[in-house]
C-alpha cells in the first residue's frame, strides 16, 4: 500500500501553519503515533542547533541539541499525559549524509526521552519504490495518515491528509512490520554514527534561509 499513497486522493494544508491546526485536534485521540522517514537530507533553518551545523560548527551544533533537552522531555511527559506512545522507523542509505548524521545525534535524546525509533536500509522498502522513492508519513492512530510535504530546498511545507480507513490500515500496516525488521536504534548509533569525524556542514547554506 506504500507504493498507493502518491496516487491517492487526499487534502493538502499549507502552509506549515495549516497542517499544524489540522493536526492539532488529533493528539489527544490517538493511541500511537508512527514515522517513516525515508528522505536522506532536510534543511531545518528553524533550529539554532540546525544552522550551527550548517555553518560548519558542529561542536555548537551538539551543545545547542542538548540544550532543547528540556523542550523534548516536555514534549514526552505531554504524550504519556495524553497516552500515547511515539515509534519511527528511519531509513538510512549510505554514504551517511551530513544531514542524517545531525539528525542521529537530536534522535539521541528523543530516544532517552521515550521516542521509539529503529532503523532500516533501503533494501527493505524495494519492493515499494519502482516507480520513485516512498514518501514521508505520520500515522494519527488509525484516524489520520498525512504525507509530509517538503519544498524543492527540503523545507517543511504541510500536509497531504488521508483518512481513508483501508489505505491508513494498509500504509500502516507495512510500516510497523518495517518497524519491527528494524535495528535497534543504539546499536546502530554506536557502530555507523559516534565514529564518524564532524561533517563539513552545507556549502550552500545561507543564514538568510527560512521556512
Known sequence: MLDQVRKSAGETFVPVRAYREDL?????????????????????????????????????????????????VAEFAEDRRLGYNSYRVRVVEFPIDPYLQWEMHRFKIRVECGENIRVVGPELLARFETHGIVPELIFMGSLAMYEVLYSEAGVLAGGRKFTDSELIAGCRAEVQALYAQGEDFWTFFDREIAPLPPPAGEPEFSTSAGP
Do not use: C, Y
Not at 514515522?35 to 555553518?55: D, G, M, N, T, V
Open 24 to 72: 492539532g485536534p488529533l493528539w489527544s485521540k490517538i493511541d500511537r503515533f508512527d514515522k517513516l522517514e525515508r528522505i536522506q537530507h532536510f534543511r531545518q533553518p528553524e533550529s539554532a542547533s540546525w544552522r550551527a551545523f550548517a555553518a560548519g560548527r558542529w561542536e555548537e551544533a551538539l551543545e545547542l541539541t542538548e540544550q532543547d533537552r528540556p523542550e523534548v
